[in-house]
């Protein structure tokens, strides 16, 4: 025990020097003995005492690490988790979330064209697009033996950068791109060799609330009523399907847009389709309204036109109404209807024009329709079905002056019906089977079909 006292701590000194010899000449052996049993514990439980710090130690540094990895892997206040507690957009706003995904999906397709085949190279030999589907001239034998392609084009990848402000304003940036573009030179493209094909731009836009500028789906599209298809698109006639650059505006569930004008111009005279004059002024004007529940959702879209063509021009407009009916937990009912003058380029992939140009001079407007519908059933866990039925028709007017025999050429309907079954074994995996048979009917009562089987691997991630 210390004393705080500086005189008592001296006496007690003294005391003990002056005592010390005779405690040592008065110690019995047995005495001795019990001293060095108690120098031998002393040195055990200092051992002890040693042992016990450094395990402490340990244990400490044990739960900062632990703690770190904590906090690294903590929500953040959007309720996702953090991949790193250091930034990884340094250029960015700070606290900017970085999100990538995508998936890998292989395609291969044995396909049987009733009248010779979709040539190599082109985009009907990689889905299903009803305007490529051959249709040969009256009296013709075309060769119609099945070919087979494979291939990963579809695979796709996309990067975001979300940012939340002080204030509340949400600012997003998306980039999404896929490999279905081509090969990037003439050899490296080929499928002889490498199959190298160029990475293609699909969606890049910038959002500040409830404000959009960039590339991306059309105002006009419902892409949530699009059916669970092997194919690319699988209802391809009746479905709007567009991407383009266009300024959005969103508040609940109304939207308006102003999006790039292009006019497709079918000739009359010739037959000859251009795609796309570049000529235009006025954008193309949308409008969509969207309510949703958990019955699924309800889509009306309105589209406005101006089309020009040299010093022609004019005008169309169209509407679009869509959406998704839950059957319970197992089954939906997925449709869309399209009407207007000027659809063109907006359904099936520009199967029908937008305008028709007369021997005159005169450009006008070409009105189209079309629609599908699909039925999707959970089978199970882990296997879904799929049965689909889609159309699109034109009306092309006999009555505009130079019409003639090679404008009977022109397609006056296409219908298709696919069916089938997606088996996920393994989370985000999908491996899937589809039969589809497509129809296209020129104005002068010639068609041709396609049979086709598609089998597809896709892994989410």
Same mark, same amino acid.
């Given at each position: ?21 005779? @405690? ?6 047995? !005495? ?57 957009? =340094? ?20 396909? +049987? ?12 030999? @990689? ?19 099945? %070919? ?56 890049? %836009? ?10 991306? &789906? ?18 391809? !006639? *009746? ?27 079918? =000739? ?34 309105? @589209? ?7 010093? !022609?021009?004019?005008? *169309? ?11 319970? +937990? ?9 009407? *207007? ?12 024009? +937008? ?6 001079? !005169?450009?006008?407007?070409?009105? *189209? ?5 699909? &039925? ?46 997606? %088996? ?34 896709? %892994?989410?991630?």
């Amino acid at each position: 025990m210390q004393t705080r006292n500086p005189r008592k701590r001296l006496m007690l000194a003294v005391t003990v020097a002056l005592l010390a010899p005779g @405690l040592a000449f008065g110690q019995t052996a047995k !005495e001795k003995e019990l001293e060095a049993r108690i120098a031998q514990l002393e040195a055990q439980v200092q051992a002890l005492l040693s042992a016990q710090q450094q395990q402490q130690a340990s244990i400490a540094q044990t739960q900062t690490q632990l703690d770190e990895v904590k906090v690294a892997q903590a929500p953040a206040a959007d309720g996702k988790p953090k991949i790193q507690s250091t930034p990884i957009l =340094t250029a960015g706003n700070p606290n900017s979330t970085f999100s990538y995904g995508g998936f890998i999906k292989f395609d291969g397709m044995l396909t +049987d064209t009733s009248d010779g085949a979709i040539a190599d190279g082109s985009s009907g030999r @990689l889905f299903y697009v009803p305007s490529t589907i051959p249709v040969v001239a009256n009296g013709a034998e075309p060769d119609s033996d099945p %070919y087979t392609d494979f291939h990963a084009q579809f695979s796709r990848f996309w990067l975001s950068a979300d940012h939340v402000t002080d204030n509340g304003d949400k600012l997003k940036g998306y980039v999404e791109m896929d490999f279905f573009g081509g090969g990037s030179n003439a050899l490296a493209g080929n499928e002889v060799a490498t199959n190298t094909y160029a990475v293609t731009l699909r969606q890049a %836009y910038v959002s500040w609330n409830n404000w959009l500028a960039g590339q991306t &789906w059309s105002n006009f599209q419902d892409t949530a009523a699009l059916p669970d298809a092997v194919d690319f698109v699988g209802v391809t !006639e *009746g479905a709007t399907f567009v991407r383009q650059a266009q300024i959005r505006y969103t508040k609940g569930g109304f939207s308006v847009s102003a999006e790039n004008p292009q006019t497709t111009v079918n =000739t009359i005279a010739t037959a000859a389709r251009t795609n796309g004059t570049g000529s235009n002024t006025m954008p193309d004007l949308t409008a969509r309204w969207v309510t949703k529940g958990k019955w699924g959702h309800f889509s009306a879209a309105g @589209l406005l036109r101006q089309f020009k063509a040299g010093d !022609e021009t004019a005008s *169309g407009a169209a509407v679009s109404l869509s959406g998704k009916f839950n059957l319970g +937990d197992s089954d939906d009912i997925r449709w869309m209807a399209n009407y *207007g003058d000027g659809l063109g380029r907006y359904m099936a992939f520009g199967l029908g024009p +937008d305008t028709a140009l007369d021997a005159n001079g !005169e450009l006008h407007a070409v009105t *189209g329709m079309g629609g599908f519908v699909a &039925w999707r059933h959970v089978i199970g866990p882990k296997l879904r079905s799929n049965l689909m039925y889609s159309m699109a028709a034109f009306d092309n007017d006999k009555d505009l002056a130079g019409w003639n025999l090679l404008s009977e050429a022109a397609t006056e309907r296409a219908s298709s019906i696919h069916a089938n079954l997606i %088996y996920s074994p393994l989370p985000k995996l999908d491996v899937g089977v589809e039969i589809g048979y497509g129809k296209r009917e020129l104005e002068d009562s010639r068609e041709g079909d396609l049979k086709r089987v598609q089998a597809t691997v896709k %892994y989410s991630f």
